[in-house]
């Protein structure tokens, strides 16, 4: 059993800066890529970042330059720093990660229980 526990999600006014964070726990071996999606009243979920083992990212455009994803591998856990934010980045944040099981040769996709960001004067 694996669990993805986020926090850090709150009320900002534009322009401000949120640090979400999300961490893993129960039966880790291996954990290969982490990443957040974002989900706005009446959109899809999208990709906001990811971020592979070896440290490489991957952002959406529409955060590219703004948001910063990390990870500390030995608390099992992947941030998301978010400056400058704007209005139209409100939603519920989903962090995920491919987590792999002692017993288990396969990597399954793990997802935190979501956050809400909302971006508001």
């Known amino acids: 059993q694996v669990h993805l526990v986020e926090s850090g999600g709150g009320l900002v006014q534009p322009g401000g800066s949120l640090r979400l964070s999300c961490a893993a726990s129960?039966?880790?071996?291996?954990?290969?890529?982490m990443g957040w999606h974002r989900q706005a009243p009446g959109k899809e979920r999208e990709l906001v970042a990811r971020?592979?083992?070896?440290?490489?990212?991957n952002y959406a455009d529409s955060v590219k330059g703004r948001f910063t994803i990390s990870r500390d591998n030995d608390k099992n856990t992947v941030y998301l720093q978010m400056n400058s934010l704007k209005p139209e980045d409100t939603a519920v944040y989903y962090c995920?990660?491919?987590?792999?099981?002692?017993?288990?040769?396969?990597?399954?996709?793990?997802w935190g229980q979501g956050t809400q960001v909302t971006v508001s004067s």
């Open positions: 971020i592979a083992s070896g440290g490489s990212t």
């Open positions: 995920n990660a491919d987590i792999s099981s002692r017993g288990y040769s396969i990597y399954y996709r793990y």
């Open positions: 129960g039966n880790i071996f291996s954990i290969n890529t």
